[in-house]
């Protein structure tokens, strides 16, 4: 079956620097790449949809230029958390939907980011 | 607006014994429903889908859900739970002309041996 990588699975970043997320498509062609962030307990929160090759669309409150979104191709697309400060610490998942039109959704496994 | 509401933020059932975990939606036009399972640190597990056709849905582990549409709800059941399917469970959905999942809050399931 459809499988996505997410990497790295676990990540500490001191405050200010800028932290990367790489969510691979291993088996199919991942058209479309959805971003969610999930607080402890809580549900999972869109960020975020990008379209390869296209820019991504942020969902409301969504810092875009915190959050940079790339989806260079059909099989990669990445988060980067730029000048991350504690706040940000949360954890992390991509799902990558193809265009068979099946409405399948795959999910990483999660990225938890601590920010200290 | 599509919305996904999950009563229940826990339900507490005894090993062997059968289970539901509640689901109602709300949505323009036909769902297309789905639930998911999480397991500490993990990311979402598929477990079934309802998109058309018989309202009996059979999913991984032996899972159903039963998709009412007069009651908007899509209820997940299992006959007789077991230990290992202690996590938490999400519904989502999505609208026939939007492609975002929109999750519920998500319900822990705790099964006691």
């Known amino acids: 079956g459809a499988v996505v990588s997410q990497h790295p699975s676990r990540v500490i970043c001191k405050s200010g620097t800028s932290v990367k997320i790489e969510c691979r498509s291993l088996?199919?062609?991942?058209?479309?790449m959805f971003w969610y962030r999930q607080f402890p307990k809580q549900s999972l929160m869109l960020m975020a949809t990008?379209?390869?090759?296209?820019?991504?669309?942020?969902e409301q409150g969504v810092e875009k230029d915190k959050f940079l979104i790339n989806h260079a191709s059909l099989t990669l697309s990445t988060l980067t958390v730029t000048s991350a400060h504690p706040e940000d610490s949360s954890f992390y998942i991509c799902?990558?939907?193809?265009?068979?039109?099946?409405?399948?959704?795959?999910f990483g496994s999660g990225t938890r980011l601590t920010v200290v | 607006a599509q919305s996904v509401a999950q009563p229940e933020d826990q339900v507490n059932v005894a090993e062997g014994n059968p289970l539901t975990v509640k689901c109602t939606y709300s949505?323009?036009?036909?769902?297309?429903l789905f639930w998911y399972v999480q397991y500490p640190n993990r990311g979402l597990q598929f477990l079934l889908k309802y998109i058309t056709g018989d309202n009996l849905v059979k999913g991984s582990y032996g899972f159903e859900a039963e998709f009412n549409k007069s009651q908007t709800s899509f209820h997940l059941k299992k006959p007789s739970a077991l230990v290992s399917d202690s996590a938490l469970y999400f519904c989502a959905v999505i609208g026939i002309r939007v492609d975002k999942l929109i999750f519920g809050a998500g319900t822990r399931l705790a099964v006691h041996p």
């Open positions: 949505v323009s036009g036909n769902p297309y």
């Open positions: 990008s379209n390869e090759g296209s820019k991504a669309t942020y």
């Open positions: 088996d199919f062609q991942a058209t479309t």
């Open positions: 799902s990558a939907r193809d265009k068979s039109g099946v409405y399948g959704y795959t």
